[in-house]
């Protein structure tokens, strides 16, 4: 697959209200969570929120944010082109950039920790690949000027915007070695002093002259060399170096990284001086930095762009306002054009920021999205999508807090009924849909998606009123019960009176760990809306004192679970959710590997229950053409994989907020999308099957999780209506209080009023 390149056109601006009056945007209270802002302004109407102080004596300003139009390019994942050993496991741990290159180290390891390997890896942007060195053990060897070299472990990025390395002739001096794709290219100088003098961590840096310069952790000191590789200097650090900058070769190298408090500090290579340090606050500890011609230093960490001009500090560009949410930054440089070029880990993957400062960015439409409950996952798709449209913007919109949920719903409530508010609306605002759809508030979005029979079965479902669709689910979870195929066979299907014949003659003693009498009624009873024996909810009739209906009583309390004693189970529950996969895993070793994942008693079909997050379109949205554009995008196949990938430890790197983190990714609603969540689990869990005796994902494994995603249908939508009175009329038969007859008659009488009011 060829890398992506995108060009996308930002501007930090407060982000407007559009059509829904009163409600708040994102940005108005979680800055760190916006993901991006509306366009078409010009620099001088650039906005002043976020943008600092005003200048004096604490080296800030509140001059307006700056434009950047910024082009993004995407990487193919490098460990992915190794050609790995037998149980070998490796990733990246650094990254470079040199003018158009980009090299990135790696480090494998196989067996219990016990053999190391290291690669370094250069990217050809010709044939859209990374040529991989083998730097393991003097691997790598190559010929200059009709000599043997060895090397390749380790590669530098010289401020002159070209790759070194190490080369070496065994037993004899080691040289600094130019290089690139195609290996090494010029022995620069020998480099003897240097290893004996050295010992231990150290890294290496060059300036525009080719000049080397050592960093010693342990001895906070970095050893300055002339163009022949000769000590000159020597100059104590009081703190963590992590780069060096310069502006034009001849003039001074200033390091930068972090003083002994892990405050952000630079200072020069020349006169070993402190040059900024008070000044630096607003920057985060882990940044990368660099010096334009002019002396202006640009500085940025995965939050902000900063510019250091004369000791003010200044933010000049706002990463996660604008839609780069990024989890780390290797590198940043500047392209002799005057743009900023940031190398850093988005998306999964590594990602090349180039940006050029312009005076007017071209307008987009404003689309706005209300949800009630934030969703890191979601986030992340939408700036995605913020930054590849052209066209459109989508801003979300939020509760302030969990105080305010109930009247944030209010005001978007509200505001449909009067024909306006958000022109998205997430399904947790949307508490009576059917309702909805009869008052026209909603409008159809099935020309959106193609095939059924390319989503999740009953994932689609879910949103559709009468047949018609009016929403478009984006992520889904499942609630099933497996059993022992000792007990179940082969069957596809279990109806209620196969169930409850199965549980009889098993000899297990309940039928499943902390589920009540009740649980046992709404589960595995009444959830089943195609069983019209106890409810018809189409005609609006129950039966429920019946005798075979007694009967079910009398089973659900033989078999309940009541928390005295730990008792042989039939049934094991799970709910898959959040990237669950291991559930399946856990499920076979219940069942000692011998697992039926069919799902709960059902009339006709299965018992496996998909619900599912979605976004509906409001009716007469002037931007309806570009909603349904982010739909397209948020349920394509590339979007889902990146969708349900996301998890916790992600979020946590890209600085998300924990007002965030309700909801990481789901499973994907599209089918194809299962086979990279499926390979990435199986790797996850490569270790633990190896050393921990865990058992692998097995072929029977997959297919009962293909069985689910085949076979699930939506869940009774009018059950979670019924568990309170359910419950207030059953308890007392199940504690001995009355008998099941009297039970019975007055669920009876209470579930028929409430069908009749429904």
């Not at 010289?158 to 390395?165: A, I, M, N, Q």
């Not at 690139?180 to 003897?192: K, V």
């Not at 009081?238 to 408090?261: R, S």
């Not at 990024?326 to 190398?343: A, I, N, R």
Request: proline share 2%; with cysteine.
């Amino acid at each position: 697959m060829k890398f992506r390149k995108i060009v996308t056109t930002l501007v930090l601006v407060s982000l407007l209200l559009g059509g829904c009056t009163g409600l708040k945007s994102t940005n108005d209270r979680m800055t760190e969570q916006s993901v991006g802002a509306t366009e078409g302004q010009t620099a001088e109407e650039g906005s002043t929120e976020d943008a600092g102080h005003a200048a004096g004596q604490d080296g800030k300003t509140d001059e307006p944010e700056v434009l950047y139009s910024v082009e993004e390019v995407a990487f193919p994942d490098p460990i992915s082109q190794i050609d790995l050993r037998e149980g070998e496991k490796c990733w990246y741990y650094d990254a470079f950039q040199a003018g158009d290159m980009v090299a990135c180290s790696d480090r494998g390891y196989s067996g219990n920790y016990e053999n190391w390997y290291f690669y370094t890896q250069i990217y050809d942007s010709t044939a859209d690949e990374w040529v991989t060195f083998d730097a393991t053990n003097n691997n790598y060897k190559a010929e200059v000027d009709g000599v043997t070299y060895y090397g390749m472990q380790n590669v530098y990025r010289s401020l002159d915007d070209k790759l070194y390395t190490n080369a070496y002739i065994p037993d004899m001096e080691g040289y600094l070695c130019e290089t690139d794709q195609n290996g090494f290219r010029h022995i620069l100088y020998a480099i003897p002093e240097i290893e004996q003098e050295i010992g231990g961590d150290y890294e290496w840096f060059l300036d525009k002259e080719k000049r080397l310069y050592l960093y010693s952790a342990e001895e906070k000191t970095v050893r300055c060399y002339d163009a022949e590789g000769t000590l000159s200097r020597t100059v104590e650090v009081p703190g963590t170096v992590y780069g060096i900058m310069q502006g034009n070769a001849g003039e001074d190298v200033y390091w930068y990284g972090t003083n002994l408090k892990l405050r952000p500090v630079i200072g020069s290579l020349s006169t070993g001086e402190i040059t900024a340090e008070d000044n630096l606050e607003e920057l985060a500890s882990d940044y990368k930095a660099v010096m334009a011609g002019d002396g202006t230093v640009y500085l940025a960490d995965t939050q902000n762009l900063f510019r250091l001009t004369d000791g003010i500090l200044r933010k000049v560009f706002g990463f996660v306002k604008n839609g780069y949410i990024m989890s780390f930054m290797y590198d940043m440089g500047q392209t002799e054009e005057g743009s900023l070029s940031l190398l850093v880990e988005m998306d999964n993957c590594i990602t090349r920021l180039s940006m050029t400062e312009v005076d007017f960015l071209p307008e987009k439409q404003e689309i706005i999205y209300a949800d009630l409950v934030g969703n890191a996952a979601l986030a992340k798709s939408i700036a995605r999508f913020n930054r590849r449209s052209e066209k459109y913007h989508i801003t979300l919109q939020l509760p302030e807090s969990i105080d305010d949920r109930a009247s944030f719903s209010q005001e978007v409530q509200i505001a449909l009924g009067t024909g306006k508010g958000p022109d998205l609306i997430g399904n947790a605002l949307l508490t009576d849909i059917d309702g909805y759809v009869e008052k026209g508030y909603l409008t159809e979005v099935g020309d959106i998606v193609g095939e059924s029979s390319l989503y999740v079965n009953g994932a689609l479902d879910t949103c559709r009123v009468n047949g018609i669709l009016y929403g478009i689910a984006y992520d889904c979870s499942f609630d099933l019960v497996a059993y022992s195929k000792d007990t179940v066979g082969d069957r596809q299907t279990l109806s209620l009176p196969d169930f409850v014949g199965l549980v009889e003659r098993s000899g297990a003693e309940i039928v499943q760990e902390n589920v009540s009498g009740t649980g046992i009624i709404l589960n595995y009873v009444l959830a089943d809306e195609k069983n019209t024996d106890y409810i018809d909810w189409k005609n609006g009739k129950c039966d429920l004192s019946s005798p075979d209906f007694l009967k079910i009583l009398e089973f659900a309390k033989k078999y309940a679970d009541t928390g005295r004693a730990e008792k042989d189970a039939f049934a094991y529950m799970t709910f898959m959710g959040f990237d669950e996969l291991r559930r399946v895993k856990e499920i076979f070793s219940y069942f000692d590997g011998k697992a039926s994942l069919i799902g709960y008693p059902k009339e006709n079909g299965n018992g496996i229950y998909v619900s599912t997050d979605s976004i509906y379109l409001r009716a007469g949205s002037e931007a309806a053409e570009g909603a349904k554009e982010f739909l397209r995008f948020l349920i394509s196949e590339e979007e889902q994989e990146k969708y349900a990938s996301y998890n916790f430890a992600q979020s946590q790197d890209d600085g998300m907020s924990t007002t965030m983190l309700a909801k990481e990714g789901a499973f994907p609603v599209v089918k194809s999308a299962y086979e990279g969540m499926i390979r990435a689990a199986e790797e996850r869990d490569a270790d633990n099957v190896r050393y921990l005796g865990e058992l692998p994902y097995t072929e029977d494994m997959v297919e009962q999780i293909y069985y689910i995603i085949d076979h699930a249908e939506p869940r009774n939508a009018y059950i979670n209506q019924l568990e309170g009175m359910v419950e207030e009329e059953l308890e007392p038969y199940f504690a001995g209080d009355i008998s099941a007859e009297e039970a019975a008659e007055k669920l009876q009488n209470r579930v028929q009023l409430y069908l009749n009011e429904r």
